[in-house]
């Protein structure tokens, strides 16, 4: 019998490198005026979890508090091509052959478990009070939901972006390779 123990993350993960089939298309990030360094930090990590091409960050006006974000991503401050930028520049950062789809509960919303993604994929999020603009909305071809079992109906924004990327990995085909 095989004894289980709890092992190192980077030691568990070394024999076990996952890679993009389609390496060109991978998944772009829009962050609409997030408040908190926190937030940002886990926005980065979870796009670093999943090898995001690009976080972008919308400004907010607010002074960016680098170490609070560095504290939270760990290493994917320094190994996730990310920016922050207004939203007038946006689009000169942006893919044209990508999908643009919000992460947000709109009129028109599809629930999660019903979006076929495609592969090249920019996932908008919203602040985490007011939601994502009306102006940065319009920017989208599709917006989606994730469902929720309980009473609480609402969910961290770093949180919602970690269900969706994950979902949008298990679709798009991305596989173990050695």
């Known amino acids: 019998m ?3 123990k709890v092992i190192k993350a ?3 993960f070394k024999d076990r490198l996952y890679h993009s089939i389609n390496k ?3 998944p772009i990030i829009v962050a609409d005026s997030i408040k ?3 937030n940002m930090g886990m926005i980065l990590r979870v796009a670093g979890n999943v090898g995001c091409g690009r976080v972008l960050f919308i400004d907010n006006g ?3 508090r680098h170490k609070k974000i ?3 991503a760990q290493t994917s401050y320094d190994k996730i091509d990310w920016m922050i930028c207004s939203q007038e520049d946006l689009l000169s950062h942006l893919p044209k052959d990508y999908h643009r789809i ?3 509960t709109t009129t028109t919303a599809n629930s999660l478990y019903e979006t076929k993604f495609p592969v090249g994929c920019i996932f908008f999020l919203g602040n985490e009070a007011h939601g994502l603009s009306e102006s940065l909305l319009k920017l989208c071809t599709s917006s989606l939901y994730i469902p929720m079992l309980g009473n609480t109906v609402s969910m961290n924004v770093s949180h919602a ?3 969706v990327l994950f979902e949008w990995v298990r679709q798009t085909g991305w596989n173990k390779t050695s």
């Open 70 to 72: 560095k504290k939270t």
């Open 102 to 104: 919000a992460i947000e």
């Open 2 to 4: 095989v004894e289980k």
């Open 24 to 26: 060109k298309a991978k």
């Open 10 to 12: 980077n030691e568990f």
């Open 36 to 38: 908190t360094p926190e």
């Open 161 to 163: 972006l970690a269900v």
């Open 62 to 64: 607010q002074p960016v």
